[in-house]
């Protein structure tokens, strides 16, 4: 993430990988702050056997896309609510890569945190049957508690 005051928004990604078993690192690595450690940590992210980064950042969000321009590894963007625009502008920042460099761009907020940890869960579990069966086991227990709402009426 591209600072610490991203954390509340970037956790959501961290429970989830918790929760799946997924091995996994959190770190502050901002493009605009840190040019040359964002540099290493894309250089080094291929030969560590890192199979996705989760990059979350708010405002002028370069982040998602600079590890993306020096990393074959995937990117999943996470736009963070930015004070003044919302996350508008960081989810423009994201989705907006020019052609050749993706970045697989997630909702702002939670539960774009959540979902792009889903989106690399469900990517690992094509190479992992056990990690699949987990996720097949969030899946429907996600539809029995959707099953199982009520209303005040
Ligand atoms: N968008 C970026 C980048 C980057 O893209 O390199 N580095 C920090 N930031 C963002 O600046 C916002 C405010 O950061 P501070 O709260 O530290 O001032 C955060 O949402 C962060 O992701």
Same mark, same amino acid.
């Given at each position: /993430?591209? =600072?610490? =005051?991203?954390?509340?928004?970037?956790?959501?990604?961290? $429970?989830?990988? !918790? *929760?799946?078993?997924?091995?996994?690192?959190?770190?502050? &690595?901002?493009? *605009?702050?840190?040019?040359?450690?964002?540099?290493?940590?894309?250089? $080094?992210?291929?030969?560590?056997?890192?199979? +996705?980064?989760? %990059?979350? %950042?708010?405002?002028?969000?370069?982040? #998602?896309?600079?590890? @993306?321009?020096? !990393?074959?590894?995937?990117?999943?963007? &996470?736009?963070? %609510?930015?004070? *003044?625009?919302?996350?508008?502008?960081?989810? *423009?920042?994201?989705?907006? /890569?020019?052609?050749?460099? #993706? &970045? +697989?761009?997630? @909702?702002?907020?939670? @539960?774009?945190?959540?979902?792009?940890?889903?989106?690399? &869960? =469900? /990517?690992? +579990?094509?190479?992992? #049957?056990?990690? %699949? !069966?987990?996720?097949?086991?969030?899946?429907?227990?996600?539809?029995?508690?959707?099953?199982? /709402?009520?209303? #005040?009426?």
């Amino acid at each position: /993430m591209g =600072s610490s =005051s991203d954390w509340d928004t970037m956790q959501h990604a961290v $429970q989830m990988l !918790t *929760h799946f078993g997924v091995a996994h690192e959190a770190r502050v &690595v901002s493009a *605009h702050r840190m040019p040359d450690d964002l540099f290493a940590y894309a250089e $080094q992210a291929g030969p560590r056997g890192l199979q +996705a980064i989760i %990059a979350g %950042a708010g405002g002028a969000a370069h982040l #998602p896309g600079m590890l @993306a321009a020096k !990393t074959t590894v995937p990117v999943l963007g &996470v736009p963070v %609510a930015s004070r *003044h625009l919302q996350g508008v502008d960081s989810l *423009h920042s994201i989705v907006q /890569m020019p052609k050749g460099i #993706p &970045v +697989a761009t997630f @909702a702002i907020g939670d @539960a774009g945190a959540a979902n792009a940890a889903l989106f690399a &869960v =469900s /990517m690992l +579990a094509l190479h992992d #049957p056990d990690l %699949a !069966t987990r996720l097949h086991a969030f899946r429907a227990a996600q539809t029995e508690a959707a099953r199982a /709402m009520t209303l #005040p009426v």
